[in-house]
Each structure stands twice: as C-alpha cells, then as structure tokens.
C-alpha cells in the first residue's frame, strides 16, 4: 500500500469526510509540511481528494511514530516500513507544538503560524495544558488546552479569508463580551489565496450551548404537562426558559449593533428588496419539487413574499450572523455567547460574508425555538396532546427573546412584521428540504410550523 | 462517638491551646431554643431543655449550636428587640443555665453562638427609657434624636409594609428618633463613645460566661450619615474592627457572624482586611446561593449557582461563608439592593412558586413536596459547596411546618421528638405549647420524628448524620477551594473541592474532592474532562466503592434523577484500598 492509500483507507471513514458514498477516483497529496522531525514527527499535508468532477481538499495532522502507545491507538492511520501513522490532534505532545508556534507566532515552510498581537496569551505557560479533542463534532476537530482555550482545526478546507475569524477578531478588538475571543490561527495560502486552516481561541469554561439549554426546558414542561394535575403551561412550568430567551435577545441585539459598528451598514432599497422575494419564490418553488406536501404552502408563502415585494420602506442591511440558531449560542457563567460566523455552510463565501437584515438572524433563532419545542415530540407518546404546549413554549420564548432585542436596540421585530414573516417562511421552506433530503422523520416539524403560520 | 469527632471539636478547657480555625469546618445549627425542648412543662422551650438534648446532636455531628435570641425582651420582633442585654428571657431560664448549657455542649465538643443585636434595642429598654426621659442625662444621647424627621432622606425603609419613615417622634421627649427596623426598635447612636464601649461590655459580658461567638444582627445599619444611603459605612467597619480586635486580645478562638444581607461582592468587606486574614468578622452569610440553589434545581440547570458563585470574590484566609437552605430569616426582593446585577430576582418575582421558595414560611421539605430523592440533592448541595453549612432544626428530619399560625410561626413548631403526646417536646397540657405541634398526616409529630427515625437505618435523619461525618472526614469542604467543571450537560452542576494552598501546583494524595449533582428530575449523562486527575481512581464516599479509573478521555457518569455523587479522589496510581483515605483533621495526623 502506498501512503496515499493508507491515507484514502482512513479518511472515507472519518466523520467528517463529505464523500461519503461517493467513490474516491484519486486522492493526491498537495502540500507536506515538516512541523517537527524525528521521533513523534508531525506533518501538516493538505490532501485533494477527487470524485469525478468534483474535488474536496481536507487538512491532515499526521504524528507518526516507531511504536504507537496504546493510548493512540484509537486514532491511528495505518504505518509503512518504519513509522506508525496516526491523527496527531489526538496526541498532546504534538498539539502543544501547535500551540507554542502559534504563541510564537511561527513560520514553518508554507504554514503561518498567527498570534493576534492584542491576544493576552499569558495562560499558554501554565501547566495542565494537555489538548482534549471534543467529541460530537461534525465537519471539522476541536482539541481544548486545559481550560484556557480551544483549536478549531477546519477538515475541509477552501481557498480564501475566513469569515469567522474576521468577525469573532473584529468584535473582541471593539470589547464584545458576546464572543469567544480569538487568539491566533494557522493559514497558507491555497490557490493564492490566503486561507485559514485552524483557529486557536478562548475557551469557554462551564459554558452549554442553547439547544441543550432549551431542551431542558422543554422536557421539563412535557413531563409538568404529564403529572400536575393543573393545567400546565411554559409559563409556570419549571424549566421556564423565557429569561434566558430575553437574554438572549439582549445579547443578539448587541452583536448586531457591534457586526455594524465593525462592517458597516447600507439599506436595501426597494430593488434589492424585491429581489430577495424572488430569491424566496425561486427556493420555495425549489423545494415544493423535491417535497409535494408544501404545495398545500403555496398561498401563504406566495402572499407573504409578494407583501415583501411591495414593501417600500428601504431595509437596514449589515454584516449578520447568517447561519443563527440555538446551537450556534453558548451560555457561560455570565451570559450568552455567540459562536461560528461562518454563515450558512452551503453557500459561497462571498454570500456569506455579504449584507443582509439582522432580522434574518432573528428569523433564524425564531425557527430554532419552535424546533427546541417540537423535536421530542416526534417520538413521543403523547404527541397529539403536547403539541399546542410546544407551540405555548416556542410562542413564549420567541415574545420574550424579541423583547430582549428590541430592548437592546435591534430592529423591533414587531415593527417590521413583513419582512419578518417572509424571513420565518423563507426559512421554513428551506429546512422541509434540508429535512426530507437528510433527517425524513423531522420533516414534520417545518411543515407544522408552516401550517401554524 | 467517631473517632473523627475530636478534631474538629477540639478540648475546651482553656489551658490546653485551642483550634481558632474550627468555624471554617464546622457544621451549624440553629435553635430555637422556645421550639426545642420544654424542661418545665410550660409548654414553652427552655435552655435546660436544650442541655437535655446535647446528646443528640452531638450524635447527629453538630459542632456549633446558632441560639435565637435569648434576651428578656417583649417579643414584638421574635426577641431581635433586646430589653436587657445581660440576662436570659425569664421562660428560657437564667444566666446559671447559660453557663451550664455551654459547659455540657463543650463537654460534648459543640460550642455555641448565639443572636446579638448591636444596631437597636426594644423601646422597653431601659436606655431608651431613660434617654428618651431625661434627655441631658448618661443616657440623652444613646439613641439618635432629631428635632425633625428630614435627616438621611437618603436610606431606604426596610420594613416597607409596616413602617413609613426611618423616624418616629416620641411625645416623651418631643423629638424624633431614628430606627431602621420597626418603630418600636430605636437604633443606638454609636457616634457616642460611650455606645460603643457600652456594646463591647455586652460581649464581654457573654464572653467571659463561654460563649463561642455571636451571630451579629443587621451590622450594615450602625453608623448613619447624611448624603448616603446609611449602609456598609466607613465608621460601620471601623467600629467592626474595633469589635474584633477587643475579641481576639482576650478570647481568640471566638466567632463573629455577620448577618449583612446584601450582595456577595459587598459583604465581603465585613471580613475586613484580606491582608491579615480578615480583621472584622469571620463569618457572613452568603445570602443569594439558597435562592439560586432552589432556581437552579426548579429550572433544571446549573447556570443560577455558577453564575453567583462566580461572582462571588475570594474571602479573607481566616474567613468563611455561612451557607443555609432554610433560615429563620427572609431574603426579601427588597432587600438586594441593586437588581441590575441579579437579574434573577426580577425572575423570581414573575414566578409565583419561587417568590414563595424563597420566602421563610415554609420548611424544606414541604417546599419539595416531600420528595426525598430532591431533599437529599439540597442537603448533599448545602454539605459540599463553599461555605460552612448551617441547619436549622428539625429539617434532619423533614419536618413540615403549619401554614395556619400565620407569618413566621408556621416553622417555628415545636421540634418533633417522639409519637407521643406534644411530639415528645413538652410535658405539659397540649393546649398550652406556645404553638401547637405538626399534626398533619404526612408530616405530623406520629409518623414523623426523631425517635422513629433513630430506629430506621433508611431514615432522613440517619441519612443526614451519615453525610454530615463524611463531611467532618473531609475538611476540604470546609478550607479548600471551589473550581466548577466544565460539563457537557447543562442539568449537572459538577466542582471539585481542592486544598486551598496552591491550587496551581500537584496536589496529589492531600484530601480531594469531587462532587456531580445532577439539578433534574430525570436522569441524566454527563462527560467530564478530569485529565488533570489522570491515572486517579475515584472512591464514592457513602459507599468506598471504587469508580473507573480517569483516562484521558471524558469521564462519563450517569445519574439518576435528582442524583449525586461525591467521590474521594486519592493518589493517582496507588494500591491503596478503597477506604483507606485519610483521617485527622484541624492538623491532627491520623496515628
């Protein structure tokens, strides 16, 4: 076996590898990156793997060692003649010199290693700063260093800036407390552009994000709804979630004021405006294809997105988070935190970092308070009967997280109800495909929600 | 006895030295002394009463008994309106049988601290009587008088319901005069010398009869000045320090307790200057945890505790907090002063059942519907998170409390003893206890008391006392520090209690702890990320049964609803058996 094979044999299984179920036509190695020699090693490659016509470039950290220790083991690769291979974000003795070159603020070969220079980094010589990787992670690898701070190394890598560390970098430089201040990265540059591979930022200690917050809350309600032999509802349940919510839309409403502060705004004349309708008629007629029960939409979209159409006052538009919702929040010992300005995964990067409503990002977080009220429904026993109560739940936080952004200087949500509305539909429309194509058995949660509406 | 016991309990004869650390290990519990045990058959408890019970407490583990206040005095205020601050309220007994419940409590290794209300008397009291009588007399200017009632508009009126104004006027001696509380408590004028060394006669007084400490009432309000809020004064703490410097010349291993029920970050200033280890008072009670405990568990997530222990700044090394569940007192919404920084309290006032939570009118265990698995996760909670935990009575054995007597008298009942006649409290006629015992079905005196539950090894009561030892076998809940753990699942509050000296360095194989509560009703995952205990094998404590060893990837756990674990964690890699932790405690090896 040839050390691309090795390498193809591991990769098709890893988690985050997006071919899956495509074949594998040729993998290459573009980029080898000495980092350390001798015994453990590491190397940075950027590897292309082609299926077909398409292409995906991954980044890989390889330790590579004589003798694995068995504490390795679970993350080995395979091994020729002399050297074991095997994930080197898994070993902490190569993380650390991740973590030093980044201190240091390194080149080695194509690789920068970057420290942002107002970055108080006095933590890294602390002892007990061993790397963990998370587990749960998707589409790319987080290791954490004690407690102080975590490496988000991308697997999947794509020529050009990234929007996350250009936003995260652009609050903390204005004092934002609702972000995870960066601390450095690691960039080269990929078809001659400059392009980050990995970001090294504060960890944020005893922190959970909102849709395990929510869900607590939701399932505290479903049971209260079981046992009390009142009436129940989200108000008086235990798990009342409805100042969090506010919170959060104090918290939300800052961020948008400090993306502004930092990228500008513009407006959105009517032009534009209509535009953006068609852009929702266009996906609605999309998906209404692929899933025949929206056709039963087809009114109540339509209505909506021609009430946009027509709107003539002009539209604030700024820098937004774009891909917001529940999961992407984390709450810390002293509030809400915002994380991954990616924007929507799937669409191009200049899309991402382009203007739009803050309301989008409102919409976003609006439709994740109705998912946190409805996804333990759909196994449960008493579905029929606790539905109106997850309505009663995603109606009351969704109130009380408007409020809160409203309070703190967002755009009223009440006040620009049509653009408002046609965001929530736009969004909806847009997860019953997401749903049929990847998760069939949550289809219903959008569809309901449209129903609702 | 366990052989634990004498550490912390250390002798109390005065020619052998003394432990002045024993507070910051201590378990408290507070008395009323009227509810406790009737000696006479009054119908009212009395200190020979309480002398009578000694034993059982010392079998229950408590170091420290918490008197409420013991002073003759008419009653207005549950006897926070001192008439004679030298002398026993006549139906408690008299000065002999305070000097006799000290001896027999030390003999059995428990002190005892008692109420001490130094900002205002009753109007019963013979200084305001005579101030008020004779203006240019010793006493004209014990209380602060005015000709008129527009002074210190600036503090606010604590008791909103009852009073109008911080002034009344007396028609006696046709001036106005100050009072913080209720009109019939006129506040003492500590600009006058002759107050201050007045009041530190008090504590000599009580002092020099054996007393282990005072809980200080209302310390915030001493001092008044105009343009302020008359609160945490600059004079207040100077005359603390005075206080404590008097205390310690003579009688250094005594405790101050500071009841300042204001926010963490200023009552801190009570404990004095962190320089020396504090030089006001050791102890204060951290008022907003208790509320947060019953939001964090009712909303079934941690953030309500972290969040204020995180902001809860360090304390002086000679210092300690008092924590508590139930309390004889209200945290009332009115007294935070600024809400800005605990939004929480705005959520409390929209939520009806938490407002009554945190209310004093109710007992833990009707709180929690009874629910023994929730009334074991409070206790573990009150046992293991920072600070000394106080008791109050009756709660070790559930008691209910008797919503009918109205205001605070509804758990105030007598203790609950024996099935037998008033509950084994008194041997009088029923109809003459000073209030009538808990007769309820659920939580009445028959089914529910000590006795019965001395006898079931399964009881409440038998639980307490096995948690309270492993408590006392651990002063590391008691001295070291707190540092929450990031954990996966937002329901479960996991910390670890550690040596205070160096935090930063190896600690390995001094006494450590780890705690995992899980705050919801369900049971419930969680990962936890311990590598710094790596190669360590945590040891449960109720049981010594050895857990997995830590590795290096996420500990997981799982608990049941309402659940909780407290694991030793000793050495990493030894052999040692399970169980063979260390003993000996307040520096004693064990031998």
């Not at chain 1, 061993?130 to 749960?136: A, E, I, K, P, Y």
């Not at chain 2, 008020?132 to 007399?137: A, Q, V």
């Not at chain 2, 310690?248 to 970050?265: C, H, S, T």
């Not at chain 2, 936890?528 to 049964?545: K, N, Q, S, W, Y």
Request: net charge negative; hydrophobic share 40%.
């Amino acid at each position: 076996m040839t050390f691309e094979d090795v390498l193809t044999t591991w990769l098709v299984k890893q988690r985050w590898f997006a071919g899956k179920g495509r074949t594998v036509h040729d993998l290459a190695v573009v980029a080898d990156t000495e980092i350390t020699g001798g015994d453990p090693g590491l190397r940075h490659l950027l590897v292309t793997v082609s299926h077909g016509a398409t292409s995906d470039c991954y980044q890989l950290f390889i330790g590579q060692r004589e003798r694995l220790p068995a504490r390795l083991r679970h993350a080995s690769i395979g091994s020729d003649s002399r050297w074991q291979f095997y994930d080197a974000l898994h070993d902490p003795d190569l993380t650390r010199i991740l973590l030093d070159a980044i201190v240091t603020d390194r080149a080695v070969g194509a690789l920068r290693f970057r420290r942002l220079t107002e970055a108080d980094l006095a933590w890294a010589d602390r002892p007990g700063l061993d790397s963990l990787v998370l587990t749960g992670e998707q589409s790319n690898t987080s290791l954490v260093f004690g407690e102080w701070a975590i490496f988000k190394a991308f697997r999947r890598v794509a020529p050009g800036p990234n929007p996350d560390l250009e936003v995260a970098a652009a609050l903390a430089a204005l004092g934002s407390t609702h972000v995870a201040e960066p601390y450095g990265w690691i960039e080269t540059r990929m078809d001659g552009a400059s392009t980050v591979l990995a970001i090294l930022s504060r960890y944020l200690r005893a922190a959970s994000d909102g849709w395990s917050l929510a869900a607590t809350s939701v399932r505290d309600l479903y049971a209260a709804v079981d046992t009390d032999v009142s009436g129940t509802n989200a108000a008086e349940a235990g798990g009342e979630f409805a100042g969090e919510a506010e919170r959060l839309g104090v918290a939300t409403a800052q961020v948008h004021a400090d993306l502004a502060a930092a990228f500008g705004t513009s407006e959105l004349d009517p032009e534009a405006i209509r535009d953006l309708a068609e852009q929702m008629f266009r996906r609605f007629d999309l998906a209404s294809a692929d899933v025949p029960e929206l056709a039963r939409y087809a009114d109540l979209a339509g209505a909506a997105f021609s009430k946009l159409a027509k709107l003539t006052e002009p539209v604030q538009a700024q820098r937004v988070h774009g891909d917001y919702h529940l999961g992407q929040v984390m709450r810390t010992q002293t509030g809400w935190v915002v994380l991954d300005f990616e924007g929507e995964p799937a669409s191009p990067l200049a899309q991402r970092r382009a203007r739009s409503s803050p309301l989008r990002d409102v919409a976003g977080m609006l439709r994740s308070f109705d998912y946190a009220a409805k996804h333990q429904l759909i196994t449960h026993r008493d579905r029929a009967s606790l539905g109106a109560v997850a309505s009663d739940w995603a109606r009351r936080n969704s109130r009380a997280f408007c409020a809160g952004y409203a309070e703190a200087g967002g755009p009223d949500p009440a006040s620009h109800e049509v653009l408002l509305r046609a965001l929530l539909i736009d969004k909806a429309v847009y997860e019953v495909r997401y749903e049929a194509r990847n998760r069939p058995n949550w289809l219903s949660i959008p569809l309901e929600s449209l129903a609702e509406m | 006895m366990s052989e634990h016991h004498d550490a912390v309990a250390d002798s109390f004869s005065f020619d052998q030295p003394r432990d002045p650390g024993w507070y910051q290990r201590a378990v408290f519990y507070e008395v009323l002394v009227r509810g406790f045990q009737d000696s006479t058959g009054d119908g009212t408890g009395d200190l020979r009463g309480l002398i009578s019970r000694l034993d059982y407490l010392e079998w229950l583990g408590i170091d420290c008994i918490w008197l409420l206040p013991i002073y003759p005095s008419p009653l207005r205020d549950g006897g926070y309106d001192i008439a004679d601050y030298m002398s026993v309220l006549p139906e408690y007994g008299n000065i002999g049988d305070f000097v006799a419940l000290v001896d027999e409590a030390h003999k059995r290794g428990i002190r005892v601290i008692a109420d001490l209300v130094m900002n205002h008397t009753s109007d019963q009291h013979p200084w305001f009587q005579a101030s008020r009588s004779d203006p240019h007399g010793p006493y004209g200017d014990f209380y602060v008088w005015s000709d008129t009632d527009d002074k210190y508009t600036g503090a606010r009126v604590i008791f909103v319901d009852t009073e109008q104004s911080n002034w009344s006027f007396d028609p006696v001696r046709g001036q106005y005069y100050w009072h913080r509380f209720f009109s019939h408590q006129p506040d003492l004028n500590f600009e006058n010398p002759r107050v201050q060394d007045a009041m530190i006669e008090v504590l000599r007084f009580w002092l020099d009869l054996g007393i282990d400490g005072f809980r200080l009432d209302a310390v915030p309000y001493l001092y008044e000045r105009e343009g302020t809020n008359c609160e945490n004064l600059k004079e207040t703490h100077e005359y603390l320090k005075r206080v404590r410097s008097e205390v310690d010349k003579l009688y250094p291993d005594r405790v101050l307790l500071a009841e300042a029920n204001q926010w963490p970050a200023d009552v801190i200033e009570y404990f004095g200057d962190p320089s020396v280890g504090g030089d006001e008072c050791h102890m204060a009670f951290h008022f907003p945890l208790m509320p947060r405990i019953f939001m964090a568990v009712r909303r079934e997530q941690r953030y309500p505790i972290s969040e204020i222990l995180a902001q809860t700044p360090p304390i002086p090394s000679g210092c300690q907090w008092g924590i508590f569940l139930r309390n004889h007192d209200e945290l009332t919404l009115e007294m935070v002063t600024d809400d800005e920084r605990d939004y929480m309290y705005a959520e409390y006032a929209k939520d009806p059942r938490m407002k009554a939570n945190i209310g004093i009118r109710r007992r833990l265990a009707p709180l929690l519907d009874g629910d023994r698995n929730q009334l074991e996760l409070f206790t573990a909670l009150l046992l293991s998170l920072p600070g000394s935990p106080v008791l109050y009575y009756g709660d070790e054995i559930g008691m209910g409390d008797n919503i009918w007597l109205g205001d605070r008298d509804g758990v105030r009942t007598p203790m609950q003893w024996t099935p037998d006649r008033n509950a084994g409290f008194s041997q009088a006629d029923p109809q003459r206890l000073y209030l009538p015992p808990v007769m309820d079905a659920i939580y009445g005196y028959q089914a529910l008391n000590v006795e019965a539950q001395q006898r079931n090894a399964a009881s409440l009561l038998q639980w307490t006392r096995r948690m309270i030892e492993i408590r006392k076998r651990h002063p590391v809940f008691g001295t070291g520090i707190y540092e929450e753990l990031t954990s996966s699942n937002p329901s479960v509050l996991a910390f670890v209690r550690l040596p205070a000296a160096s935090p930063d360095e190896e600690t390995d194989g001094s006494d450590r702890i780890l705690c995992v509560n899980n705050l919801s009703r369900f049971p419930q995952p969680v990962e936890l990320d311990l590598r710094r205990f790596i190669g360590v094998t945590p040891v449960e404590c109720m049981g010594g049964v050895t857990f997995p060893k830590i590795g290096e990837l996420s500990y997981l756990l799982t608990l049941p609803g309402h659940g909780f674990y407290w694991f030793q964690l000793p050495a990493a890699g030894g052999d040692r058996p399970p169980g063979g932790e260390k003993r000996g405690l307040g520096g004693k090896a064990a031998s």
